[in-house]
């Protein structure tokens, strides 16, 4: 049984930083991609960065770049979003997934991903 279990969310000021960690779980591959999405109250799911877990390929969300830096640790099955310069328009729930698309081509695509974590709360007051 595949599970995602996200943590590291929490509230925080404008030009704060959070770290969010996600921790993989019974996934029978060591090659696959992990995306990292979040989703404000009546909006769509956006994609935020994704990592080919044991590559170096990342990407990230025009919005993101710069300021949020997505890693991996292989021996503890953990990858974190490193999230800086956080504004108000980051407060959303975050969330971790996986696919096994290895080079994570399309990785904005949520629809891509059938494992989720439950996702952690970031919110970001002004």
């Known amino acids: 049984q595949v599970q995602l279990e996200e943590s590291g969310g929490g509230s925080v000021q404008a030009g704060g930083s959070l770290r969010l960690s996600c921790v993989v779980s019974?996934?029978?591959?060591?090659?696959?991609?992990m995306g990292w999405f979040r989703q404000a109250p009546g909006k769509e799911r956006e994609g935020v960065a994704a990592?080919?877990?044991?590559?170096?390929?990342?990407s990230y969300a025009d919005s993101v770049k710069g300021r949020f830096t997505i890693s991996q640790d292989n021996a503890k099955n953990t990858a974190y979003l490193q999230m800086s310069s956080l504004n108000p328009e980051d407060t959303a729930m975050y969330y971790c997934?996986?696919?096994?698309?290895?080079?994570?081509?399309?990785?904005?695509?949520?629809?891509?991903?059938?494992?989720w974590g439950q996702g952690t709360q970031v919110t970001v007051s002004s």
């Open positions: 990592i080919n877990i044991g590559g170096a390929r990342t």
């Open positions: 019974g996934y029978p591959y060591s090659r696959y991609c």
């Open positions: 997934a996986v696919n096994g698309g290895y080079l994570c081509g399309g990785w904005y695509n949520a629809d891509s991903y059938p494992y």
